[in-house]
Protein backbone atom coordinates (compact mmCIF):
# COMPACT_ATOMS: atom_id res chain seq x y z
CA UNK A 1 0.00 0.00 0.00
CA UNK A 2 0.96 3.62 -0.89
CA UNK A 3 0.41 7.05 1.02
CA UNK A 4 -3.36 7.63 0.18
CA UNK A 5 -3.79 11.21 -2.15
CA UNK A 6 -6.00 14.19 -0.81
CA UNK A 7 -9.82 14.06 -0.25
CA UNK A 8 -9.99 17.80 -1.75
CA UNK A 9 -10.81 18.77 1.89
CA UNK A 10 -7.42 19.46 3.23
CA UNK A 11 -7.04 15.82 4.94
CA UNK A 12 -5.12 12.98 4.15
CA UNK A 13 -7.19 9.85 4.04
CA UNK A 14 -6.95 5.96 2.67
CA UNK A 15 -5.40 2.47 3.58
CA UNK A 16 -2.94 2.47 6.23
CA UNK A 17 0.21 2.48 4.90
CA UNK A 18 2.90 -0.54 4.51
CA UNK A 19 6.62 -0.12 6.37
CA UNK A 20 6.94 -3.23 3.51
CA UNK A 21 5.90 -0.90 0.64
CA UNK A 22 7.60 2.61 0.63
CA UNK A 23 5.83 5.38 -1.00
CA UNK A 24 7.73 7.56 -3.23
CA UNK A 25 7.91 11.18 -1.33
CA UNK A 26 6.02 13.70 -3.11
CA UNK A 27 7.95 16.76 -2.13
CA UNK A 28 11.79 16.87 -1.18
CA UNK A 29 11.15 16.50 2.39
CA UNK A 30 9.36 13.49 2.21
CA UNK A 31 6.23 12.61 4.84
CA UNK A 32 6.09 14.33 7.84
CA UNK A 33 5.65 11.50 10.90
CA UNK A 34 3.68 12.73 13.55
CA UNK A 35 4.22 11.23 16.67
CA UNK A 36 0.86 11.77 18.44
CA UNK A 37 -0.31 11.59 22.21
CA UNK A 38 -3.71 12.72 23.41
CA UNK A 39 -5.77 15.20 22.86
CA UNK A 40 -7.29 17.41 19.57
CA UNK A 41 -3.89 18.99 19.01
CA UNK A 42 -2.08 16.17 16.99
CA UNK A 43 -5.33 16.13 14.15
CA UNK A 44 -5.17 20.11 14.18
CA UNK A 45 -1.10 19.67 13.13
CA UNK A 46 -2.24 17.10 10.40
CA UNK A 47 -4.97 18.82 8.82
CA UNK A 48 -2.44 22.20 8.50
CA UNK A 49 0.80 20.69 7.58
CA UNK A 50 -1.90 18.62 4.68
CA UNK A 51 -2.98 22.36 3.85
CA UNK A 52 0.59 23.23 2.94
CA UNK A 53 0.44 20.63 0.68
CA UNK A 54 2.75 18.17 3.13
CA UNK A 55 1.97 14.33 3.71
CA UNK A 56 1.58 12.88 7.05
CA UNK A 57 1.89 9.54 8.30
CA UNK A 58 0.87 9.10 12.12
CA UNK A 59 2.88 6.72 14.75
CA UNK A 60 -0.04 6.88 17.65
CA UNK A 61 1.52 6.21 21.12
CA UNK A 62 -0.84 3.21 22.27
CA UNK A 63 -2.67 4.06 25.29
CA UNK A 64 -2.47 7.71 24.56
CA UNK A 65 -3.01 8.54 20.63
CA UNK A 66 -6.94 9.48 19.81
CA UNK A 67 -8.36 6.64 17.99
CA UNK A 68 -9.87 8.64 15.59
CA UNK A 69 -6.74 9.85 14.16
CA UNK A 70 -6.74 5.79 12.03
CA UNK A 71 -8.84 7.99 9.18
CA UNK A 72 -5.05 9.12 8.88
CA UNK A 73 -2.49 7.16 6.70
CA UNK A 74 -0.84 5.66 10.44
CA UNK A 75 0.68 2.86 12.82
CA UNK A 76 0.48 2.35 16.05
CA UNK A 77 3.28 1.69 18.81
CA UNK A 78 3.98 1.31 22.04
CA UNK A 79 6.32 3.97 23.66
CA UNK A 80 9.35 1.72 23.99
CA UNK A 81 9.57 0.09 20.63
CA UNK A 82 12.27 2.64 18.96
CA UNK A 83 13.98 0.80 17.16
CA UNK A 84 10.44 -0.98 15.45
CA UNK A 85 8.76 2.73 15.00
CA UNK A 86 11.91 3.98 13.54
CA UNK A 87 12.11 1.43 11.31
CA UNK A 88 8.84 1.77 10.05
CA UNK A 89 9.41 5.32 9.74
CA UNK A 90 12.60 5.28 7.35
CA UNK A 91 10.48 2.39 5.33
CA UNK A 92 7.55 5.10 4.54
CA UNK A 93 10.26 7.24 3.04
CA UNK A 94 9.70 9.57 6.66
CA UNK A 95 12.38 12.05 7.20
CA UNK A 96 11.24 14.72 9.70
CA UNK A 97 9.10 14.10 12.68
CA UNK A 98 6.92 15.77 14.94
CA UNK A 99 6.21 15.23 18.74
CA UNK A 100 2.27 16.56 19.49
CA UNK A 101 -0.75 15.69 21.98
CA UNK A 102 -0.33 14.96 25.69
CA UNK A 103 1.81 12.23 27.39
CA UNK A 104 1.83 11.38 30.72
CA UNK A 105 5.66 10.51 32.05
CA UNK A 106 5.66 6.64 31.89
CA UNK A 107 6.81 4.34 34.24
CA UNK A 108 10.39 2.80 33.40
CA UNK A 109 8.52 -0.65 33.81
CA UNK A 110 5.58 0.18 31.50
CA UNK A 111 7.36 1.15 28.75
CA UNK A 112 7.27 -2.49 26.76
CA UNK A 113 11.37 -2.14 25.46
CA UNK A 114 11.94 -3.65 22.43
CA UNK A 115 15.92 -4.25 21.62
CA UNK A 116 16.90 -0.82 20.80
CA UNK A 117 15.80 0.23 23.77
CA UNK A 118 17.15 -2.28 26.01
CA UNK A 119 20.69 -1.24 24.40
CA UNK A 120 19.85 2.24 25.37
CA UNK A 121 18.62 1.28 28.79
CA UNK A 122 21.20 2.91 31.10
CA UNK A 123 20.69 6.06 29.14
CA UNK A 124 17.05 5.94 29.12
CA UNK A 125 16.97 5.69 32.95
CA UNK A 126 18.74 9.23 33.34
CA UNK A 127 16.16 10.57 31.65
CA UNK A 128 13.76 9.66 33.85
CA UNK A 129 16.13 11.39 36.73
CA UNK A 130 15.14 14.95 36.17
CA UNK A 131 11.90 17.37 34.73
CA UNK A 132 9.79 16.87 32.09
CA UNK A 133 11.80 18.97 29.67
CA UNK A 134 15.23 17.10 30.52
CA UNK A 135 13.01 14.04 29.99
CA UNK A 136 11.78 15.14 26.65
CA UNK A 137 14.71 16.71 24.81
CA UNK A 138 16.67 13.87 26.09
CA UNK A 139 14.11 11.56 23.80
CA UNK A 140 14.51 13.89 21.11
CA UNK A 141 18.09 13.22 21.43
CA UNK A 142 17.99 9.53 20.98
CA UNK A 143 14.91 10.01 17.86
CA UNK A 144 17.64 12.10 16.15
CA UNK A 145 20.36 9.98 16.65
CA UNK A 146 18.40 7.28 14.23
CA UNK A 147 18.56 9.77 11.15
CA UNK A 148 15.46 11.89 11.94
CA UNK A 149 15.19 16.01 12.00
CA UNK A 150 13.34 16.77 14.96
CA UNK A 151 10.74 19.63 13.91
CA UNK A 152 8.09 21.78 16.42
CA UNK A 153 4.73 22.00 15.62
CA UNK A 154 5.51 25.59 15.50
CA UNK A 155 7.45 24.84 12.57
CA UNK A 156 4.88 22.84 10.43
CA UNK A 157 1.53 24.43 11.40
CA UNK A 158 2.49 28.10 12.04
CA UNK A 159 -1.01 29.31 11.23
CA UNK A 160 -1.92 27.28 15.17
CA UNK A 161 0.23 29.49 17.09
CA UNK A 162 -1.52 32.25 19.29
CA UNK A 163 -1.01 35.47 17.66
CA UNK A 164 -0.40 38.87 19.65
CA UNK A 165 -3.22 41.23 21.24
CA UNK A 166 -6.30 40.41 22.94
CA UNK A 167 -9.09 37.69 20.79
CA UNK A 168 -12.66 38.16 21.77
CA UNK A 169 -14.44 41.22 23.39
CA UNK A 170 -13.44 41.35 26.51
CA UNK A 171 -10.07 43.13 27.42
CA UNK A 172 -8.02 42.71 30.95
CA UNK A 173 -8.25 45.32 33.31
CA UNK A 174 -4.78 47.40 34.49
CA UNK A 175 -4.84 45.06 37.56
CA UNK A 176 -5.21 41.94 35.46
CA UNK A 177 -2.17 43.43 33.41
CA UNK A 178 -0.17 43.47 36.48
CA UNK A 179 -0.85 40.26 37.07
CA UNK A 180 0.32 38.57 33.99
CA UNK A 181 3.15 40.49 33.96
CA UNK A 182 3.87 38.73 37.29
CA UNK A 183 3.11 35.78 36.35
CA UNK A 184 5.68 35.47 32.82
CA UNK A 185 8.54 37.08 35.17
CA UNK A 186 7.24 33.81 37.62
CA UNK A 187 7.54 31.57 34.97
CA UNK A 188 10.80 32.98 33.77
CA UNK A 189 12.30 32.93 37.25
CA UNK A 190 11.30 29.04 37.65
CA UNK A 191 12.30 27.88 34.24
CA UNK A 192 16.12 26.46 35.29
CA UNK A 193 14.26 24.55 37.61
CA UNK A 194 12.44 22.77 35.34
CA UNK A 195 8.97 23.67 36.48
CA UNK A 196 5.82 23.64 34.87
CA UNK A 197 4.59 26.21 32.22
CA UNK A 198 1.86 28.05 33.95
CA UNK A 199 0.70 30.11 36.75
CA UNK A 200 -2.02 31.81 38.90
CA UNK A 201 -1.68 34.96 39.87
CA UNK A 202 -4.38 37.27 41.54
CA UNK A 203 -4.26 40.61 42.84
CA UNK A 204 -0.38 40.39 43.37
CA UNK A 205 -0.62 37.01 44.53
CA UNK A 206 0.82 34.19 43.49
CA UNK A 207 -2.00 31.72 44.58
CA UNK A 208 -1.09 28.63 42.34
CA UNK A 209 2.19 27.42 40.45
CA UNK A 210 1.90 24.25 38.01
CA UNK A 211 3.82 21.23 38.70
CA UNK A 212 3.77 17.96 37.69
CA UNK A 213 0.15 18.22 38.05
CA UNK A 214 -0.40 19.83 34.66
CA UNK A 215 -2.92 22.74 34.08
CA UNK A 216 -6.26 21.09 34.58
CA UNK A 217 -5.06 20.13 37.95
CA UNK A 218 -3.52 23.21 39.02
CA UNK A 219 -6.74 25.12 38.17
CA UNK A 220 -8.84 22.15 39.96
CA UNK A 221 -6.57 23.14 42.80
CA UNK A 222 -7.11 26.93 42.59
CA UNK A 223 -10.72 26.29 42.95
CA UNK A 224 -10.83 24.30 45.77
CA UNK A 225 -9.32 27.03 47.68
CA UNK A 226 -11.71 29.29 46.67
CA UNK A 227 -14.54 26.87 47.63
CA UNK A 228 -12.92 25.79 50.89
CA UNK A 229 -12.38 29.68 52.06
CA UNK A 230 -8.55 29.28 51.95
CA UNK A 231 -8.09 32.03 49.47
CA UNK A 232 -11.34 34.40 49.55
CA UNK A 233 -11.27 35.95 46.13
CA UNK A 234 -14.18 37.40 44.13
CA UNK A 235 -15.30 35.73 41.09
CA UNK A 236 -13.77 37.27 37.92
CA UNK A 237 -10.91 37.89 39.75
CA UNK A 238 -6.70 36.86 38.66
CA UNK A 239 -5.00 35.34 35.89
CA UNK A 240 -3.77 31.91 34.05
CA UNK A 241 -0.72 32.59 32.96
CA UNK A 242 1.41 30.59 30.47
CA UNK A 243 4.44 30.77 28.73
CA UNK A 244 7.15 28.14 27.37
CA UNK A 245 10.76 27.90 29.83
CA UNK A 246 12.91 29.91 29.65
CA UNK A 247 15.56 27.69 27.51
CA UNK A 248 12.76 24.78 26.76
CA UNK A 249 13.21 23.22 23.13
CA UNK A 250 9.85 24.36 21.76
CA UNK A 251 9.73 21.24 19.86
CA UNK A 252 8.30 19.38 22.50
CA UNK A 253 5.91 20.02 25.25
CA UNK A 254 4.99 23.81 23.76
CA UNK A 255 1.76 24.76 25.33
CA UNK A 256 -1.59 24.51 23.90
CA UNK A 257 -5.00 26.28 24.54
CA UNK A 258 -8.56 25.39 23.93
CA UNK A 259 -11.87 26.03 24.90
CA UNK A 260 -11.81 23.56 27.42
CA UNK A 261 -9.06 25.66 29.49
CA UNK A 262 -10.93 28.85 28.88
CA UNK A 263 -14.59 26.81 30.73
CA UNK A 264 -12.25 25.38 33.32
CA UNK A 265 -10.76 28.90 34.19
CA UNK A 266 -14.18 30.40 34.32
CA UNK A 267 -15.32 27.64 36.53
CA UNK A 268 -12.85 28.88 39.02
CA UNK A 269 -13.61 31.94 38.87
CA UNK A 270 -10.49 33.45 36.85
CA UNK A 271 -11.29 36.98 35.23
CA UNK A 272 -8.77 35.77 31.66
CA UNK A 273 -5.74 33.86 30.39
CA UNK A 274 -2.75 35.46 28.94
CA UNK A 275 -0.45 33.27 27.06
CA UNK A 276 3.41 34.48 25.13
CA UNK A 277 2.04 35.05 21.78
CA UNK A 278 3.99 32.47 19.17
CA UNK A 279 4.43 30.32 21.89
CA UNK A 280 1.02 28.17 22.28
CA UNK A 281 -1.11 26.37 19.70
CA UNK A 282 -4.56 27.05 19.07
CA UNK A 283 -6.18 24.44 16.98
CA UNK A 284 -9.50 26.79 16.67
CA UNK A 285 -8.84 30.02 17.14
CA UNK A 286 -12.74 30.63 16.30
CA UNK A 287 -14.08 28.15 18.83
CA UNK A 288 -11.37 29.63 21.40
CA UNK A 289 -12.66 33.42 21.15
CA UNK A 290 -16.27 31.89 20.93
CA UNK A 291 -15.83 29.58 24.60
CA UNK A 292 -14.40 32.73 26.02
CA UNK A 293 -17.09 35.51 24.92
CA UNK A 294 -19.28 33.06 26.50
CA UNK A 295 -17.43 32.91 29.63
CA UNK A 296 -16.96 36.13 30.08
CA UNK A 297 -12.93 36.03 30.18
CA UNK A 298 -9.98 37.77 28.14
CA UNK A 299 -8.01 35.91 26.46
CA UNK A 300 -4.66 37.81 25.67
CA UNK A 301 -1.38 36.93 23.37
CA UNK A 302 1.94 38.78 25.03
CA UNK A 303 4.64 39.16 22.88
CA UNK A 304 7.79 38.12 24.05
CA UNK A 305 9.92 40.90 23.99
CA UNK A 306 7.36 42.21 26.73
CA UNK A 307 6.75 39.15 28.42
Known amino acids: MGLPGDDGQGRTKG ?8 PAARGPRGPLGIVAGSGAFPAAVAE ?5 GREVIFFLIRGFADPALERFPHQWFRLGSLGRVTSWARALGV ?13 LS ?6 TMLRLLP ?24 GFTLVGAHEVAPRLLLPEGVLGARLPSAQDRVDLARGLDLIRTLGPF ?9 DGLVAAVEAAEGTDQMLARYGEMRRSG ?16 PGQDRRVDLPSLGPKTVERAAEVGLAGIAFEAGGAIVPDAQALVAAA ?13 TA
Open 230 to 245: RLRFPARRGVLVKAPK
Open 293 to 305: DAAGLFVIGIAET
Open 123 to 146: RIARLFRGGDNHLLSGVLGLVAEQ
Open 48 to 52: AAAAE
Open 15 to 22: PVPSPCDA
Open 194 to 202: DVGQGVIVV
Open 95 to 107: REVVMVGGLTRPR
Open 110 to 115: DLGLDW
